[in-house]
């Protein structure tokens, strides 16, 4: 009888030392990158996140400039109004308006209170509500308007040259409002930064009612 002859497999040679720790050093390069890609992206994120939320907030904030002047439509004229200069709406909670620090509560009342001797003389002021109030971007609202009287009303003339000359200069504004995204500034409305708050709180403040 024939015996079938057995082949041997020969054993394979062990991989050198070298060649596993090529190995490991390879993963934890490649496991390293992974991370260190997965962190560019989530900063990458952020940042684009973080710029679209700025880019929301700048095209949705309102810049509210109170203008004071004396001339308008081409005639001698007494008026006070607020401009939103902003790129969006603005949601005015309080306006508050002193007189050598003190709260105004009405204009019309102001103008008498400096003449109390006209107190029952006929004036042609128009006023208007300010607060709260929202202001669309671009557009103003008028508060406070007096035409100058003719020379023959010679009593209501004196008064509007005498609030011209001294009543105005008197004047500051301080109000709060809140764009449409609830992010709220307070300012005197005379070019000076808004300054940030996180809410506009009515309590403890006189709002000027025209």
């Known amino acids: 009888m024939i015996e079938t002859t057995k082949l041997i497999k020969p054993e394979a040679d062990p991989a050198p030392k070298w060649f596993h720790i090529a190995v490991a050093a390879s993963m934890v390069l490649s496991t390293g990158s992974a991370v260190y890609s997965s962190m560019r992206t989530s900063a990458a994120m952020q940042a684009l996140v973080k710029e679209n939320s700025r880019l929301v907030l700048a095209s949705s904030t309102p810049l509210l ?3 004071n002047s004396n001339f308008e439509g081409g005639q001698a004229a007494l008026s006070f109004s607020v401009t939103n200069d902003g790129n969006g709406p603005a949601r005015i909670v309080w306006f508050e308006m002193k007189a050598d620090g003190k709260p105004i509560k009405s204009l019309r009342a102001q103008v008498r209170a400096s003449s109390p001797e006209t107190a029952k003389l006929p004036l042609e002021i128009m006023t208007s509500t300010i607060a709260p109030r929202l202001i669309s971007p671009g557009s103003s609202i008028k ?3 007096w035409a100058q009287p003719a020379a023959k009303d010679a009593e209501a003339l004196q008064l509007w040259h005498q609030f ?3 009543g ?9 409002y ?5 992010a709220c500034w307070i300012s005197d409305l005379e070019g000076s930064i808004p300054k940030p708050v996180d809410s506009c709180e009515p309590a403890g403040r006189t709002t000027l009612n025209g």
Not at 178 to 182: A, G, I, K, N, Y
């Open 65 to 67: 400039q109170f203008m």
């Open 143 to 145: 508060m406070f308007s």
């Open 164 to 166: 011209d000359r001294q």
């Open 168 to 176: 105005r200069a008197k004047i500051s504004i301080e109000a709060c």
């Open 178 to 182: 809140c764009s449409v995204l609830d």
